[in-house]
């Protein structure tokens, strides 16, 4: 599982606990470059979304999947995921929604804002590494496709 430990995961959370217990989740699976948010604004700012979305820092972010809570104080995670859908170096970007709820309201708001996936809380161990590794591998294979179509 040599590609676990290289792709480089963002968990965004503004409960420090619920973010810790994500990130032991994907230790199990072998997901070993993980780095925690603590809220939306943080996460736009590692992945060089600007906070007023009228641009990003230059070329790809060093993430390949962001893991977005969607109630969160600052600004939620669908605020936050339709930010990242509008930036040039976070619009490809995987993003798995994470909530407490589990409304069909909120599942149409998350894809609306361009989530790829949703997960509810209390989270699943199987279904999280699933989703993630299949969320992933599509990405990798739009990044073949894509350079196929360079040439």
């Not at 009228?54 to 070329?59: T, V």
């Amino acid at each position: 599982m040599s590609q676990n430990r290289r792709s480089k995961i963002l968990i965004v959370d503004d409960v420090p606990e619920s973010a810790l217990i994500t990130k032991s989740l994907l230790a199990k699976g072998n997901f070993t470059e993980v780095e925690i948010a603590c809220g939306g604004y943080e996460a736009l700012e590692k992945c060089g979304v600007t906070v007023d979305g009228q641009g990003e820092a230059e070329g790809e972010t060093e993430f390949q999947m962001v893991i977005l809570d969607i109630m969160m104080p600052d600004i939620d995670g669908l605020e936050v995921c339709a930010r990242m859908r509008l930036a040039k170096g976070t619009r490809d970007l995987p993003i798995l929604m994470l909530t407490a709820t589990n409304d069909t309201e909120t599942l149409n708001q998350a894809f609306m804002a361009g989530a790829d996936d949703f997960l509810t809380k209390p989270i699943d161990e199987m279904r999280l590494l699933a989703r993630i590794r299949n969320l992933l591998r599509m990405r990798r294979e739009q990044e073949r496709r894509a350079l196929r179509e360079e040439d």
